[in-house]
């Protein structure tokens, strides 16, 4: 490579740098803004002016969302759902993905086909559906209403589907001969090389389930019953709306996911990589 080439091409490296970084200062403009601005008093806030610091620091909205709202029981309705979600989402989309790979069934192509048809079926289109079979069967308000509706997830099938697939036939011919049942082959022989891809996908969907909004907020008329992401919209001081206790209940609202996502970093990436193949 001649000196103008090489040139040329620190040239382009250095350009991509300066636009990743730039993007990312974007990107991250919106979250330190909130940060800061849950950390200024309300009058500094609501000035006409942009200040990218505060003149002066103050904790004081942080305690009242800790003190004043119901924020505590807030956390626990988001764990309690965003946990049951994952739960039964994870197992039942292992145990579908297996039969998918492994057993032969009638109507199986036709089950896996509906699952990838799911796909092209936005879970928004079915909120009506949704919400009148809660109502009929009694259960908004409750945290029975926030799990069912949220449990499909037709990528996490698909992601275990492909790795039962990837497994060597040899362990299940050799299981079938040792007369173990399809429980055992699966707890025994499958699920030990998978708890890596089982971690990621449970970390995602956790995640994704801490984080929904629209379908809580529909199900959930009662302020003890509302998740983290709805609950903080209903912080409010006494004179009406306050920017900066509702930007320090979303920070508080955020605290768990960001920590989960960086303690678990590797893992959400792998399981964001699986999905993205599959829906690419």
Same mark, same amino acid.
């Given at each position: 490579?001649?000196a103008?080439?090489?040139?040329?091409?620190?040239l382009?490296?250095?350009?991509?740098t300066?636009l990743?970084?730039?993007?990312?200062? $974007? =990107?991250?403009?919106?979250?330190?803004?909130?940060?800061?601005?849950?950390?200024?008093? +309300?009058? %500094?806030?609501? #000035?006409? *002016?942009i200040? $990218? =610091?505060?003149?002066?620091?103050?904790?004081?909205?942080?305690?009242?969302?800790?003190? +004043?709202? %119901?924020?505590? #029981?807030? *956390?626990?309705?988001?764990?309690?759902?965003?946990a049951?979600?994952?739960?039964?989402?994870?197992?039942?989309?292992?145990?579908?993905?297996?039969?998918?790979?492994?057993?032969?069934?009638?109507?199986?192509?036709?089950?896996?086909?509906?699952?990838l048809?799911?796909?092209?079926?936005?879970?928004?289109?079915?909120?009506?559906?949704?919400?009148?079979?809660?109502?009929?069967?009694g259960?908004?308000?409750?945290?029975?209403?926030?799990?069912?509706?949220?449990?499909i997830?037709p990528?996490?099938?698909?992601v275990?589907?492909?790795?039962?697939?990837?497994?060597?036939k040899?362990?299940?011919?050799?299981?079938?001969?040792?007369?173990?049942?399809?429980?055992?082959?699966?707890?025994?022989?499958?699920?030990?090389?998978?708890?890596?891809v089982?971690t990621?996908?449970s970390?995602?969907?956790?995640?994704?389930?801490?984080?929904?909004?629209?379908?809580?907020?529909?199900?959930?008329?009662?302020?003890?019953?509302?998740?983290?992401?709805?609950?903080?919209?209903?912080?409010?001081?006494?004179?009406?709306?306050?920017?900066?206790?509702?930007?320090?209940?979303a920070?508080?609202?955020?605290?768990p996911?960001?920590?989960?996502?960086?303690?678990?970093?590797?893992?959400?990436?792998?399981?964001?990589?699986?999905s993205?193949?599959?829906?690419?």
């Amino acid at each position: 490579m001649t000196a103008a080439n090489a040139g040329r091409w620190n040239l382009i490296g250095l350009s991509i740098t300066l636009l990743t970084v730039f993007l990312a200062v $974007l =990107w991250a403009f919106p979250l330190y803004w909130g940060i800061v601005s849950s950390l200024k008093p +309300e009058n %500094e806030v609501v #000035r006409p *002016y942009i200040e $990218l =610091w505060p003149d002066t620091f103050t904790f004081e909205h942080y305690i009242f969302a800790l003190t +004043e709202t %119901e924020i505590g #029981r807030w *956390y626990i309705n988001s764990i309690a759902t965003a946990a049951g979600i994952t739960i039964l989402t994870v197992s039942t989309s292992m145990l579908c993905g297996y039969a998918l790979s492994q057993l032969q069934f009638p109507g199986r192509k036709a089950l896996y086909l509906l699952i990838l048809a799911s796909f092209m079926v936005p879970t928004q289109t079915l909120i009506i559906n949704h919400f009148v079979l809660i109502a009929n069967m009694g259960m908004l308000n409750s945290w029975a209403g926030i799990i069912l509706p949220q449990l499909i997830h037709p990528v996490v099938i698909i992601v275990y589907k492909q790795f039962f697939d990837s497994v060597p036939k040899d362990f299940r011919e050799a299981a079938v001969m040792d007369n173990a049942s399809e429980f055992r082959i699966l707890f025994k022989i499958y699920m030990p090389m998978n708890w890596g891809v089982t971690t990621a996908l449970s970390i995602v969907v956790f995640i994704w389930s801490w984080n929904a909004f629209l379908w809580p907020f529909l199900a959930v008329t009662r302020t003890n019953m509302m998740t983290i992401t709805v609950g903080i919209t209903q912080v409010n001081d006494t004179f009406g709306i306050s920017y900066a206790s509702q930007l320090s209940a979303a920070v508080l609202a955020g605290l768990p996911v960001a920590l989960a996502y960086l303690l678990f970093q590797r893992r959400v990436t792998q399981a964001i990589t699986l999905s993205a193949g599959i829906k690419g």
